[in-house]
């Protein structure tokens, strides 16, 4: 017990109020570095057209102090705790929605969070998603990702049969995008998660967002259906914006799980290209 | 080789016809804002004898929640929202003389057809680049459901938005003519 770090969740808001700013005006590095790669393989002239406003746009954001994109995101927040830190303070989950109610207004982000039915705004775009894991060590990782609506609409879970398997998934992928077409904002990135269960299989399906474009997969099995997926996905023509072209995803996170032995669970989360996500370790 | 054309508000039938699916368009005038919870309110208000809170006769519509406009601005970032969530209204506002709809991805059956019979056209701007778009609105006022924050309805005036012509009053579309140009196999 001597061995505990005391951690106040007061610091937990203030960090992810600052990573609400940074996040909402300064486009990942990962993602301006996919941008110029696509530039130098997209063959359709509208496309790199739309990839340079795109470049553009995150450099104007950054030197302006605008957002990236108007869709600030709900904000989805994985907090890994670590097993030897004792929180002090408060509520966690409450100085999570703080720091996110803080961040929002500091940063002039938009507030897009409302009630299902009578579509209220609660105006300070709380409350949002928490994720928390018990991991070992004394830190509290923060991971933010905003998600925004249009690309989150084109989502799915299904249920595939054991028979389905393997050509079941790259069938279930390509059918999203292609019913995704335009909507998302391509150029996307695609989270999917195999196996495990229905609802772990979501949260998979968008933790995968916090790795980095151009970032390999350790497990053989899965960097080979992410590179295999990628280029099915780039193939459809849909292109950048959907005008047409090569460029229709800039990365695919694949993450294989065990699962029920009646069961085939695939969850594939459409990301658009402001593929925004920060991290703070405390 | 597709055009770039400069348009200003209201349009006419004419100036609708003169656009061809993938040409450019660079907007100038004053356009309205308007999204799914303010679609809802006006088509009801409309079907309930009211007056919507702009006239459409001539009208563009931008479907855009912008985000706050930050001290010594007039507007955060301002993109287009995906269009389809709007297809239930569409119908019953280019039937009242609304001639453009800006927004981002596809369009649904009867709101091609509305187009065609009535007259309008569909304009995409580039999603996501919501700052950069931000810098072609030169006012904005909320005129209409203040109660609905980002959803609000605004007068915006614009000047050389750049958008493309998705879908024409001939049939075209862009999206699938984009596509079908750079499909593998």
């Known amino acids: 017990m001597s061995d505990l770090r005391v951690i106040d969740v007061g610091q937990i808001s203030r960090e992810l109020a600052r990573l609400c700013g940074e996040a909402g005006l300064i486009l990942p590095d990962d993602v301006s570095r996919a941008f110029a790669s696509a530039m130098q393989s997209e063959p359709s002239p509208v496309g790199r057209e739309v990839l340079q406003v795109l470049i553009d746009n995150a450099r104007l954001a950054a030197e302006e102090r605008l957002p990236i994109c108007q869709d600030c995101g709900l904000a989805v927040v994985f907090v890994d705790v670590g097993q030897d830190v004792h929180l002090v303070g408060g509520d966690l989950a409450e100085a999570v929605n703080a720091g996110v109610r803080q961040g929002y207004q500091e940063h002039y982000l938009r507030k897009s969070v409302c009630h299902p039915f009578s579509r209220a705004n609660t105006g300070d775009n709380t409350p949002c998603v928490v994720h928390t894991r018990i991991v070992p060590g004394d830190k509290v990782r923060l991971s933010l990702l905003p998600k925004g609506g249009g690309s989150e609409n084109m989502s799915r879970v299904l249920l595939l049969t054991p028979a389905q398997g393997l050509e079941g998934v790259k069938k279930a992928v390509l059918e999203a995008v292609l019913h995704a077409g335009p909507n998302p904002c391509p150029p996307i990135i695609l989270g999917v998660a195999v196996g495990g269960t229905f609802d772990d299989a979501a949260v998979r399906a968008k933790r995968v967002f916090l790795r980095h474009l151009g970032s390999q997969n350790p497990d053989p099995e899965a960097a080979a259906l992410e590179a295999e997926l990628l280029a099915m996905v780039n193939d459809t023509g849909i292109g950048p914006a959907g005008l047409g072209g090569g460029t229709t995803c800039l990365g695919v996170f694949v993450d294989i799980a065990p699962c029920h032995i009646a069961s085939l669970p695939v969850a594939i989360n459409v990301q658009c290209h402001a593929a925004r996500h920060k991290e703070a370790v405390l | ?185």
């Open chain 2, 1 to 185: 080789m597709s055009q770039i054309k400069r348009l200003s508000t209201p349009l006419s039938d004419a100036d609708v016809e003169g656009l061809r699916s993938g040409d450019r368009v660079l907007l100038s005038g004053t356009i309205y804002t308007g999204r799914d919870a303010a679609h809802k309110r006006i088509v009801a208000a409309m079907a309930a004898g009211q007056a919507p809170p702009f006239d459409p006769r001539g009208a563009v519509i931008f479907y855009v929640g912008p985000s706050p406009a930050p001290p010594g601005r007039v507007i955060g970032a301002a993109g287009p929202t995906t269009s389809y969530r709007m297809d239930a209204y569409a119908p019953t506002l280019i039937e009242a003389g609304l001639k453009a709809m800006i927004g981002k991805g596809g369009r649904g059956p009867a709101v091609k057809q509305a187009m065609q019979k009535h007259k309008a056209v569909y304009l995409a701007a580039i999603g996501g680049a919501g700052a950069l778009m931000a810098h072609c609105i030169k006012a904005a006022e909320v005129i209409a459901y203040d109660d609905l924050g980002p959803e609000a309805v605004r007068r915006l005036e614009v000047a050389e938005m750049p958008l493309f012509v998705v879908n024409d009053v001939y049939g075209g579309d862009l999206y699938e003519e984009g596509r079908a140009a750079y499909q593998k196999k």
